[in-house]
């Protein structure tokens, strides 16, 4: 699968809910991990793959890799600071304040219902692909200096690369 660029679309638009669930979209999880483990990243969120819907799949490295459909953050606490990057974004990191413990509730791709805690990375990496969910990039929760500067460096990037070979 090719990795959608910031800001191309759909990646600033609130994804649409999944209704359909089964062997298929445990299929599209196999093939969005692959992607991302192709791609050395954390989270892979539908949204990045040029698919429109509230689907993510993710893997901290401490645990199995995990694959939400339709994730919600009920509860968040704490917060850390930590450099964030993205493969929509690749090369450009920036720190980013997030909740240290989340309570997540999703379905799995067969439809069964997940509910769960998750702490330190794993909080971290869902929060960053649940942004995705909602049209939003790790750059929109920096303060508005480091956005621009962020952002300037990205657009020069992404011209040179652009220019030399084909990122995704």
Same mark, same amino acid.
């Given at each position: @699968?090719?990795? =959608? ?8 638009? =609130? ?10 979209? &445990? +299929?599209?999880?196999?093939? @969005?991990? $692959?992607? @991302?483990?192709?791609?050395?990243? =954390? ?5 990045? =793959?040029? *698919? ?6 993710? !893997?901290?490295?401490? /645990?199995?890799? #995990? ?8 509860? @968040? ?16 990191? %920036?720190?980013?304040?997030?909740? &240290?413990? *989340?309570? #997540?509730?999703? +379905? ?16 971290? *990496? *869902?929060? !960053? $692909? ?6 939003? #990039?790790?750059?929109?929760? #920096? ?5 621009? /500067? ?5 657009? %020069? ?5 652009? /220019? ?5």
């Amino acid at each position: @699968m090719n990795i =959608v660029l910031y800001p191309d679309d759909p990646l600033q638009h =609130v994804a649409a809910p999944v209704e359909r669930f089964g062997p298929q979209l &445990e +299929k599209l999880a196999a093939t @969005m991990l $692959e992607t @991302m483990y192709e791609h050395e990243g =954390v989270g892979l969120a539908a949204p990045q =793959v040029g *698919i429109a819907k509230r689907f993510l799949v993710c !893997h901290d490295l401490e /645990s199995d890799p #995990v694959c939400l459909v339709n994730p919600e953050i009920l509860e @968040m606490d704490g917060a850390e600071v930590a450099d964030e990057g993205c493969l929509s974004i690749p090369r450009i990191y %920036a720190p980013v304040q997030r909740a &240290e413990r *989340i309570h #997540v509730r999703a +379905k799995d791709p067969l439809g069964n219902n997940l509910d769960f805690e998750a702490r330190g990375f794993l909080a971290r *990496i *869902i929060q !960053h $692909e649940t942004d995705h969910l909602d049209g939003r #990039v790790f750059l929109d929760r #920096v303060d508005i200096l480091t956005r621009q /500067s962020k952002l300037a460096e990205w657009e %020069a990037l992404r011209l040179s690369l652009e /220019s030399a070979a084909p990122l995704g």
